[in-house]
């Protein structure tokens, strides 16, 4: 069975920094999305980064562009997150999240393209 294990989570001063790491077993890695996405109390989810791991191009949201990158170790079937300037907006449960396939090698921001999930890292940012 797949099985995405998301870990790194944790608090941080707004301004700080965090690393999220992701690894699957049992999944096809290659040539999929990858992703990362947040849910804050009371607020849906939302797409924070994706990644195609055939040639590892990558797509962010607004919020986090110029602050946050997304990179994989194929051999390993791991993504990570480098989270950098954070903020208290960044304050949430990230979930690692993975496709059964990629439409051409795009990838796409949209939690319903995504049928793998992590169980979530929390991140707290205070300021």
């Known amino acids: 069975s797949v099985q995405l294990a998301d870990s790194g989570g944790g608090s941080a001063q707004a301004g700080g920094s965090l690393k999220l790491s992701c690894v699957s077993s049992?999944?096809?890695?290659?040539?999929?999305?990858m992703g990362w996405f947040r849910q804050s109390p009371g607020k849906e989810r939302e797409g924070v980064a994706v990644?195609?791991?055939?040639?590892?191009?990558?797509k962010y949201a607004d919020s986090v562009k110029g602050r946050f990158t997304l990179s994989q170790e194929v051999g390993a079937n791991k993504i990570y997150l480098d989270m950098n300037s954070l903020e208290p907006e960044d304050t949430g449960m990230y979930y690692c999240?993975?496709?059964?396939?990629?439409?051409?090698?795009?990838?796409?921001?949209?939690?319903?393209?995504?049928?793998?999930w992590g169980h979530g890292t929390q991140v707290t940012v205070s300021s």
């Open positions: 049992g999944y096809l890695y290659v040539s999929n999305c």
């Open positions: 999240a993975g496709s059964r396939g990629a439409d051409g090698g795009n990838c796409y921001i949209d939690a319903d393209d995504y049928a793998f």
């Open positions: 990644i195609y791991t055939g040639s590892g191009r990558t």
